[in-house]
């Protein structure tokens, strides 16, 4: 084969095959990073709510619209409400979290231990549901003790190990303008805003609306079929 037949070749394979594909990749890619995506959840943070395993979607466009592949805004239609599972990316380090907004810009958030106290008013606790924890097997439930939190407008789940060492205490803080202060719902095994503080607005990509796959990593990987497509919505 000559080069000149070679290089006829080339170009034609890469506008009838290579071109078009990047193209497509492009706008695939595109789509992802600005409506929606997925999160794999690695750790026990959020649990109950949320276990090691679980895919969950987040609707990026559930506040705002961003520029593709990056965190600068180009419309914003709402912001995170109280409540809201968001992913966003850590002040910390810049990992992308999956963490719950228990505290909106001008709040002041207290935590007397391990309970919450939001603008001066004790959140409540009640028992849980046993549904809630049907995922998680007898033996790891020993130890640690779950309850609904009822934050304002929303009741969520949430777990405690009173033996782990954890920051169960804070004095009063205000959430600064335009910034959110994240908690996971697994208190005692969360490293969160209690460590590096609030978050500013720009840093959240999106509402956590649901669990598309979920995974048992202790049972060989082994799927978790009744948790596909459910709700991360509370009450």
Request: charged residues 25%; contains cysteine.
């Amino acid at each position: 084969m000559n080069v000149k037949c070679f290089r006829a070749r080339a170009c034609r394979w890469w506008k009838q095959e290579i071109r078009p594909l990047l193209i497509f990749a492009l706008i695939l890619f595109s789509l992802r990073s600005s409506l929606a995506d997925w999160n794999v959840v690695p750790s026990g943070s959020m649990r109950p709510t949320i276990l090691e395993g679980d895919r969950v979607l987040v609707n990026k466009l559930a506040y705002d619209l961003k520029v593709p592949f990056t965190t600068w805004h180009i419309a914003e239609w709402s912001n995170p409400p109280r409540g809201d599972i968001v992913v966003f990316y850590s002040p910390h380090d810049g990992k992308r979290l999956v963490k719950r907004v228990v505290g909106l810009p001008g709040d002041t958030i207290e935590l007397r231990n391990n309970a919450l106290v939001l603008n001066g008013q004790p959140v409540e606790y009640q028992p849980i549901a046993e549904e809630l924890l049907r995922d998680i097997p007898a033996a790891e439930r020993v130890g640690h003790v779950f309850a609904a939190e009822q934050l304002p407008g929303q009741t969520h789940a949430v777990a405690g190990n009173p033996a782990a060492p954890a920051l169960r205490n804070f004095a009063p803080l205000c959430v600064p303008d335009g910034q959110y202060f994240m908690m996971g719902d697994n208190r005692d095994d969360s490293f969160d805003s209690r460590y590096w503080g609030p978050v500013e607005r720009k840093r959240i990509v999106g509402r956590a609306t649901s669990v598309v796959v979920s995974l048992d990593r202790n049972n060989y990987w082994f799927p978790r079929a009744h948790r596909f497509f459910t709700s991360l919505r509370s009450e």
